[in-house]
């Protein structure tokens, strides 16, 4: 294929970072992996940080690699990255303290205490927000109890994408998908719940401005483009959320309705569905969905699922046992364990930060008067069916918010390679399961920088783009009939054992 245009994509995670060069030719796109580098929280006295450093030196070291494969070809460079984490900046750019992770305890029971003070009603009405204690809010707050000083000198706060488009072009705006993650963004008029803030005592002074996605921010800063050996590169926001420009990536056929859900599966399972404007009713609250920004005015309603960090976390605890399995080797030994056997609410608070991911599997099934698992498989298949079952739970909680049938799921990202979950999903919600992209992320973040630069008109060209493009590495799974009594009983099992701790 022969490309004319290359859009730059820097696509961080929790675990790993990585830029992706999307080579365009006017009607298919083809993706191609420059350099991946390693991330993940840092230890600093009692305390969980971000090394952005690390990921700073990683980003400008893939932008010299994209130099010399692409040179003058590049239109565009952008960000996405985890949410709700955040950089605090003096007027002249310094740190103000390094960036926390969203898995430092300092936020423990900070919910709850909100709650009680301005009630779930008000902050939901001011944020259409879901409550998670990892959100921005309770870590401003946090910040603003232990620290008040930093937050009085600080004069900008910038999402972790927000701080890379900073270093990369010295843009100091929030773009909006992630910006909705701070559970702090009024879902109505799309701008800082101020008042909110205020009424927790925590300022407001620092917050930038905040802007849609596709958002021309800036070009490249004359010493990094030089660096790398760049021309004068434009830098545009993408849907900077990466579980936002996951679902620009998914390949479905009906944009526009919410006939079709999502999971976008990795460290988190984000599974929701494509609205047009945010859902704020009761029952959104009552079942703690979330709105969250998308692109070209839409809502991504959602929940979140501790996705496969319970497997990363089960494959950690084995290797420290000495039995280092890859992902292929665990799904192989689960897909020859016993069935249904035992079964965990993957949102239990005991699994957010635990010491020992099989431990704490074993001792909530001992609690619970369940067949403890022993095995590698019997673990890990616990994790997966129990999955499955949560992604059921929320599929008809979707329905009975949108008052849409769901017809077929997608999933994307990384953990869509996993067959046994994505068949597990498609028995225990009754549907048809399309998994693939695996780089829907990287996708959705190069196809709207395309969008942003006249290539492609709307969001459903860009879905048939990648239809078109990767169709061979779509795959599609469907319930099997003689499975669903089995699945059926055991989601009235699952729903018994974990109603109380589910909100």
């Not at 900046?89 to 709850?112: F, I, K, N």
Request: with cysteine; aromatic share 8%; proline share 4%.
């Amino acid at each position: 294929m022969k490309s004319s245009l290359t859009f730059l994509g820097v696509d961080v995670g929790a675990e790993s970072g990585r830029l992706m060069a999307g080579l365009w030719d006017g009607r298919r796109i083809v993706l191609q992996e420059q350099h991946r580098f390693a991330n993940g929280g840092v230890t600093v006295g009692n305390t969980l940080r971000w090394d952005l450093l690390h990921l700073w030196k990683q980003i400008k070291h893939s932008l010299t690699l994209a130099g010399r494969a692409y040179g003058g070809s590049i239109r565009s460079i952008g960000v996405d990255t985890w949410g709700v984490d955040y950089v605090m900046m003096t007027q002249t750019g310094e740190w103000l303290g390094l960036p926390y992770s969203y898995r430092d305890p300092r936020t423990h029971g900070l919910v709850e205490e909100v709650v009680d003070l301005l009630s779930r009603e008000r902050v939901f009405a001011e944020s259409g927000a879901q409550f998670l204690e990892i959100n921005t809010l309770y870590q401003l707050l946090a910040m603003q109890r232990q620290n008040p000083g930093l937050l009085a000198q600080a004069r900008h706060m910038l999402m972790i994408p927000d701080w890379i488009h900073w270093a990369l072009s010295g843009s100091e705006v929030c773009e909006f998908s992630n910006a909705t993650t701070t559970q702090f963004v009024h879902p109505t008029t799309r701008q800082w719940s101020t008042g909110l803030l205020h009424r927790l005592g925590i300022p407001t002074h620092f917050l930038p401005e905040i802007v849609p996605s596709g958002t021309p921010i800036g070009s490249l800063r004359a010493g990094v483009a030089s660096a790398a050996g760049l021309h004068s590169v434009p830098v545009i926001a993408p849907a900077t959320h990466d579980t936002a420009s996951a679902v620009v990536g998914v390949p479905t056929t009906r944009t526009g309705t919410a006939s079709w859900a999502y999971i976008s599966s990795g460290t988190w399972s984000l599974v929701g569905v494509e609205i047009q404007r945010a859902a704020l009713g009761e029952n959104v609250l009552r079942h703690n969905f979330t709105n969250e920004g998308g692109v070209d005015g839409t809502y991504r309603l959602l929940k979140n699922v501790m996705g496969m960090w319970l497997v990363q976390q089960l494959r950690a605890a084995f290797a420290a046992s000495g039995h280092d399995h890859d992902y292929h080797q665990l799904v192989q030994l689960a897909s020859h364990a016993e069935s249904l056997r035992s079964l965990i609410n993957p949102d239990d608070p005991c699994f957010m930060r635990p010491a020992n991911m099989v431990v704490s599997i074993q001792n909530y099934c001992l609690e619970t008067g369940q067949p403890v698992p022993e095995t590698a498989g019997q673990l890990v298949r616990c994790v997966l069916e129990s999955l499955a079952l949560r992604y059921s739970q929320i599929i008809t909680q979707l329905e009975e918010i949108t008052g849409e049938t769901i017809e077929v799921i997608h999933i994307v990202g990384g953990g869509g390679k996993n067959s046994l979950l994505n068949q597990f999903t498609a028995d225990a919600c009754n549907r048809p399961v399309i998994a693939g992209p695996t780089e829907a992320t990287a996708l959705g973040n190069v196809l709207f920088q395309a969008k942003a630069a006249h290539e492609i008109a709307t969001l459903s060209d860009v879905r048939s783009v990648i239809r078109e493009s990767f169709e061979h590495e779509l795959r599609e799974f469907y319930p099997e009939p003689k499975h669903l009594g089995e699945w059926d009983a055991a989601f009235h099992k699952w729903h018994h054992l974990v109603s109380s701790a589910l909100h």
